[in-house]
T-cell receptor, first 113, second 116 residues
Framework: KQEVTQIPAALSVPEGENLVLNCSFTDSAIYNLQWFRQDPGKGLTSLLLIQSSQREQTSGRLNASLDKSSGRSTLYIAASQPGDSATYLCAGWRYSSASKIIFGSGTRLSIRP | DTEVTQTPKHLVMGMTNKKSLKCEQHMGHRAMYWYKQKAKKPPELMFVYSYEKLSINESVPSRFSPECPNSSLLNLHLHALQPEDSALYLC???????????????FGSGTRLTVV
C-alpha cells in the first residue's frame, strides 16, 4: 500500500501559471516532510524541508505547506517557467524510523513555453 | 562544501566484472545512504551507515557490498551483477540518522549503471 501519494502523476501547464503539487500520506506518524526536484537522469535536489513544528516554508517562488491533521502537504510554484520542468518528489519521516525516508511516487511537471 | 559527490557518473559493466561506486561528502554528516532508482520510480533504500557502521541493510543481494572507510566516504562494491540491476544509484547524507528528519537529506547526482 502506497504510504505517500502524489497527485497528479503528471501535469502540463503553460508558462506563467501558478500551480500546486499535492502530497498526501496515510501514516499519521509521518511528521517532517522534504520536497525534492529531480531532472531526468540526475540526482535529487532539495527544495524545502518542513519540520513538524512548522506549517510552511518559502524559498523564492516556492512555498510548501504541511498539514499533519489532514495528512497533506502542498508545493506551490508561482509564475512557472520552462526551467521548472522536472519530477517533484515529496518524502517524509516517521517518528519511529528516522533513517527511513518514505518517498512519494512523484509528479512529472512540464511547463510549456 | 554543501555537496555529495558521486563517481563515476556513468558505468557500463559486464556480468562478470567487479566495479565500485564512490560517494564523498565534506559536510561533517555522520549518516550516509545508498539508494537505487529505476526509471519513473522513486528511490529505494539499500543501505544506511551511521557513524561509519552499517545500521540498515534492506535485504539487498550480496552482489552489492557497501563499505564506509571513513566518515566522509562511502563505497558500493559491485560483483556479478544482473541486467536487472541496471539503474541510477544515488548516495545521500544527513547530519546523523536522527537529525536527518530535522535537517533533511542531501543527495548526490547519481551513477547511471548499465549491466550488459
Amino acid at each position: 500500500k502506497q504510504e505517500v501519494t502524489q497527485i497528479p502523476a503528471a501535469l502540463s501547464v503553460p508558462e506563467g501559471e501558478n500551480l500546486v503539487l499535492n502530497c498526501s500520506f496515510t501514516d499519521s506518524a509521518i511528521y517532517n516532510l522534504q520536497w525534492f526536484r529531480q531532472d531526468p537522469g540526475k540526482g535529487l535536489t532539495s527544495l524545502l524541508l518542513i519540520q513538524s513544528s512548522q506549517r510552511e516554508q518559502t524559498s523564492g517562488r516556492l512555498n510548501a505547506s504541511l498539514d499533519k491533521s489532514s495528512g497533506r502537504s502542498t508545493l506551490y510554484i508561482a509564475a512557472s517557467q520552462p526551467g521548472d520542468s522536472a519530477t517533484y518528489l515529496c518524502a517524509g519521516w516517521r517518528y519511529s524510523s528516522a533513517s527511513k525516508i518514505i518517498f512519494g511516487s512523484g509528479t512529472r511537471l512540464s511547463i510549456r513555453p | 562544501d554543501t555537496e555529495v559527490t558521486q563517481t563515476p557518473k556513468h558505468l557500463v559493466m559486464g556480468m562478470t566484472n567487479k566495479k565500485s561506486l564512490k560517494c564523498e561528502q565534506h559536510m561533517g554528516h555522520r549518516a550516509m545512504y545508498w539508494y537505487k532508482q529505476k526509471a519513473k520510480k522513486p528511490p529505494e533504500l539499500m543501505f544506511v551507515y551511521s557513524y561509519e557502521k552499517l545500521s540498515i541493510n534492506e535485504s539487498v543481494p550480496s552482489r552489492f557490498s557497501p563499505e564506509c572507510p571513513n566518515s566522509s566516504l562511502l563505497n558500493l562494491h559491485l560483483h556479478a551483477l544482473q541486467p536487472e540491476d541496471s539503474a541510477l544509484y544515488l548516495c545521500a547524507s544527513s547530519q546523523d540518522g536522527g537529525a536527518g528528519r530535522d535537517y533533511g537529506y542531501t543527495f548526490g547526482s547519481g551513477t547511471r549503471l548499465t549491466v550488459v
